[in-house]
């Protein structure tokens, strides 16, 4: 049996990004990871980056504005689309990359400018000299900063590896894997220096990968809804890099053919169990709410709304009770201080006789709300003294309240009429429930069979009449062609129209004089909302089997509707790298691209696959270094020593090895790094005469 495995569909979020609280000298500089998926950044004279964030860039209210939102953030604020500051692999878009540049000095305690820290930022391989101005640019006019320099981050991946050799790091020969987010390189180290001319790349990273994963769960399993992140988060936490390919596939079709084949690999489907709600399950077995909680509930709610009404009527009286105190006073002051008063009314711009009009309406207003509370208690009889007296011994005043009673005895009476009706209604639907549940006390067993049946039946009865009623006669003369033309032949009589009935002919018409039959429909109805809200009743504990079978049944299929089984999916996910024909990619796979160094290069290659390094986040898949160092044997010659290595962490060690460079090789770093002073001489081109360091992009 498959495992099954729960993945939450809610992915845990990211706490904000932090703010870093203390001080920095200015020789300490800032390092940055800028990746297409993450960046990582901090000081060089700490061991980790201080910020690790998804490199994205959305608009958000920040303070009642919209502004700029970067990384971590994102999760915590109302945001439009987020967009990335790189197409590809290359940083594109500058206004994105001004604006993860802005979160990062801010939150590394730079919130003014001129920042006077040095910086180096990491970048891939081949950057285009243009991209690397732009971003000197951008250091120097933005932020003004001393010292900017660059370089490859899956170098530095490297020198973290050798920081305890870094004595011996020129004469240093290997073979450089690196995939990351949108690409994959593969690069020669040949005693210390890059060979630039040799490395090749791929089109194929991690996004390719979760975007063929998306594809391939949404066709088999439509009726989950899959989301990028989550497909990520599936890829990272099951996908694996196959050994042998055709071998592992042809295993898989051993396994759901049943054909025991022979010399097949062992696999096991893995299962994601994804949350589910058991609706069948809670609508036939399940107990609803019973009336008096829901009477409970609408008490409850009817309280609340009458305090509510209590209390602004009692804000009202208040107010209405200070403002006649208010005037009251000012006509006090006409007695007690003559010009007061007339200084009060000249600035307020009142005159006596409104201000005598507006207290009238407040105490009508206060007597009122008086009245009304104590007609509450007591409402006084209607009279209809006038309803029976002849109109001849009325004057018209009387006539004309005699039409008002009239009309007011006929509502009052009509509304004791539905209030009786209502009444009994009540009293017969109680009588009816308490025969039932009585019923119910007797035998619940049988009153449950005898409804079970009733439903059953009339289910069959509306299916029956329904095939009937779609059954084909002879050519066209179905049944509901014959119901419209009778329906047609009604219309035209001349007698149509006088009853009411005869319109509802043109709903016949419309429907295809398929008029359905709601007799049975209708008492199946009630039936099915009689047993959902009478079964099963309180401490009833089903003995039946069959019920507990078919409750067993309903919660399975619930459970099976929101599993996904995967198989072939995993391996194929991570093959594009390999084998990016898969996606229909007219390129070759990353191990194809090694076998094409060596098999063009001048140089002995003997030396490189004896040291091969692994890095990049993509290269985190588990199985990678176990399927790079088959593929590489079966290159190389017969015995030849060949050594695969996977970078401690993939992902941060890039940062890790540019912090060691600057530290440990810091005079290099000086030397090739570009200054404020020579770019305000000479400008960006002045990035094309520099000397390049150990993880320098030119040679």
């Known amino acids: 049996m498959a495992q099954v495995q729960p993945v939450a569909l809610n992915l845990k979020r990211c706490p904000p990004d932090p703010v870093y609280q203390g001080t920095q000298s200015p020789e300490a500089s800032v390092v940055i990871d800028f990746g297409s998926y993450k960046t990582a950044a901090g000081w060089s004279n700490e061991t980790d980056p201080f910020l690790n964030f998804k490199t994205l860039v959305g608009k958000g209210k920040v303070g009642g504005k919209m502004r700029n939102v970067v990384g971590n953030d994102l999760e915590h604020v109302t945001m439009s689309n987020t967009t990335s500051p790189f197409v590809g692999d290359i940083p594109y878009h500058f206004g994105n990359v001004?604006?993860?540049?802005?979160?990062?000095?801010?939150?590394?305690?730079?919130?003014?400018?001129?920042?006077?820290?040095?910086?180096?930022i990491t970048?891939?391989?081949?950057?285009?000299?243009?991209?690397?101005?732009l971003m000197s640019e951008l250091m120097f006019e933005c932020y003004g900063v001393p010292r900017v320099g660059f370089g490859i981050d899956a170098l530095f991946s490297f020198l973290y590896y050798k920081r305890n050799n870094l004595e011996n790091l020129n004469q240093e020969t290997a073979l450089i894997f690196r995939s990351g987010f949108n690409s994959s390189h593969v690069i020669p180290l040949l005693r210390g220096k890059t060979q630039h001319k040799d490395i090749m790349r791929i089109d194929v990273g991690g996004s390719t990968s979760t975007s063929y994963l998306q594809q391939i769960l949404q066709l088999s399993q439509p009726n989950i809804r899959l989301t990028n992140p989550l497909v990520n988060h599936i890829k990272e936490s099951f996908c694996y890099a196959s050994p042998d390919y055709l071998e592992e596939m042809r295993s898989w079709r051993n396994y759901t053919r049943k054909l025991n084949l022979p010399n097949c690999m062992p696999v096991t489907p893995t299962i994601i169990q994804f949350p589910y709600s058991s609706t069948a399950k809670a609508t036939s077995g399940s107990a609803p709410i019973e009336d008096d909680e829901k009477e409970r509930k609408r008490q409850e709610r009817s309280d609340r709304m009458r305090l509510m009404a209590q209390e602004k009527k009692e804000k009202?009286?208040?107010?209405?009770?200070?403002?006649?105190?208010?005037?009251?006073?000012?006509?006090?002051?006409?007695?007690?201080?003559?010009?007061?008063?007339?200084?009060?009314?000249?600035?307020?711009g009142y005159t006596s006789d409104d201000l005598k009009d507006h207290l009238a309406k407040i105490e009508k207003s206060l007597n009122n709300q008086q009245a009304g509370g104590a007609n509450n208690s007591t409402k006084k009889e209607q009279d209809f003294s006038l309803v029976d007296m002849?109109?001849?011994?009325?004057?018209?005043?009387?006539?004309?309240?005699?039409?008002?009673?009239?009309?007011?005895?006929?509502?009052?009476?009509?509304?004791?009429?539905?209030?009786?009706?209502?009444?009994q209604e009540q009293a017969r639907k109680s009588e009816q429930e308490r025969i039932i549940r009585e019923q119910i006390d007797l035998d619940p067993q049988a009153w449950y069979n005898k409804i079970s049946n009733e439903i059953t039946e009339l289910k069959q009865a509306i299916a029956k009449k329904q095939q009937q009623s779609t059954a084909r006669l002879t050519g066209r003369q179905t049944v509901q062609s014959l119901a419209r033309m009778r329906a047609l032949t009604m219309v035209e009589h001349e007698d149509f129209g006088n009853n009411d009935q005869d319109w509802d002919t043109y709903l016949e018409i419309d429907k295809g004089g398929d008029k359905p039959k709601g007799e049975e429909s209708e008492k199946l109805a009630k039936l099915e909302a009689m047993l959902a809200k009478f079964w099963p009743p309180k401490n009833y504990a089903a003995t039946s089997a069959d019920q507990k079978a078919s409750a067993e049944s309903e919660y399975s299929s619930e459970q099976i509707a929101a599993q996904m089984q995967l198989t072939t999916a995993l391996p194929r996910a991570v093959e594009v790298l390999f084998q990016p024909s898969l996606l229909g990619m007219d390129q070759m796979g990353l191990l194809e691209a090694t076998h094409e160094i060596f098999r063009v290069r001048e140089y002995d290659t003997s030396e490189i696959v004896n040291q091969i390094y692994i890095t990049g986040g993509n290269m985190c898949t588990a199985g990678m270094a176990e399927r790079i160092r088959t593929e590489i044997v079966q290159m190389r010659?017969?015995?030849?020593?060949?050594?695969?290595?996977?970078?401690?962490?993939?992902?941060?060690?890039?940062w890790r090895g540019a912090r060691l460079f600057v530290e440990k090789f810091h005079d290099q770093f000086l030397e090739s790094a570009l200054?404020?002073?020579?770019?305000?001489?000479?400008?960006?081109?002045?990035?094309?005469?520099?000397?390049?360091?150990?993880?320098?992009?030119?040679a």
């Not at 001004?98 to 180096?120: C, M, T």
């Not at 970048?123 to 285009?128: D, G, I, L, Q, R």
């Not at 009286?317 to 007695?335: A, C, D, P, W």
């Not at 003559?338 to 009314?345: L, V």
């Open 98 to 120: 001004e604006a993860v540049f802005d979160h990062v000095f801010s939150h590394l305690g730079h919130k003014r400018h001129p920042i006077p820290n040095s910086v180096l």
């Open 123 to 133: 970048e891939p391989v081949s950057c285009p000299i243009y991209t690397r101005q």
């Open 316 to 348: 009202k009286v208040t107010s209405m009770k200070e403002e006649r105190e208010y005037i009251t006073n000012i006509f006090n002051l006409k007695v007690q201080d003559p010009e007061e008063y007339e200084r009060i009314m000249s600035s307020e």
């Open 390 to 423: 002849d109109d001849d011994l009325l004057d018209d005043a009387q006539k004309k309240e005699k039409k008002k009673q009239v009309f007011l005895k006929t509502m009052v009476e009509s509304r004791k009429v539905q209030q009786a009706k209502k009444e």
């Open 637 to 654: 010659p017969m015995g030849e020593p060949i050594k695969v290595i996977t970078a401690e962490d993939p992902i941060l060690d890039a």
């Open 675 to 698: 200054t404020r002073e020579i770019y305000l001489e000479v400008g960006p081109t002045a990035l094309g005469n520099l000397v390049p360091n150990f993880a320098s992009n030119w």
